[in-house]
């Protein structure tokens, strides 16, 4: 199974953490499995940018961004190259190192009824 490395935040990982993950979770669902409480004001349905992270290892081992994912990255808070929603970065077969920002947007939008 792959590792994933949560890299040290001061709100919801201060020691950092190494995990083993099931390839198929998203970031978010292990985040919360292992206590670490990434804010996710949409609960997960890619409907806000709070659960935006930076992938620092292992990008390319991810499945691929879909275009609504990629139309709310463009309004998160320090975006980059390598940045997820971590409600819809699935893990795949390789380890990979994770960064929660430091600060996030809420940019929550109504689901479709």
């Known amino acids: 199974m792959p590792q994933v490395i949560f890299l040290p935040h001061e709100r919801f990982c201060p020691e950092g953490l190494v995990v083993e993950a099931e390839p198929g979770i998203s970031i978010l669902e292990l985040a919360h499995e292992h206590h670490i409480e990434m804010e996710s004001a949409c609960g997960g349905v890619c409907a806000c940018t709070t659960c935006h992270c930076i ?59």
């Open 55 to 113: 992938v620092r290892e292992g990008f390319d081992s991810l499945n691929e961004a879909d275009e609504l994912e990629e139309d709310y990255l463009d309004k998160a808070w320090g975006l980059e190259a390598q940045s997820r929603l971590a409600c819809q970065a699935i893990v795949g077969e390789e380890d990979i190192t994770v960064e929660i920002p430091k600060y996030s947007l809420n940019h929550a939008a109504e689901a479709p009824h």
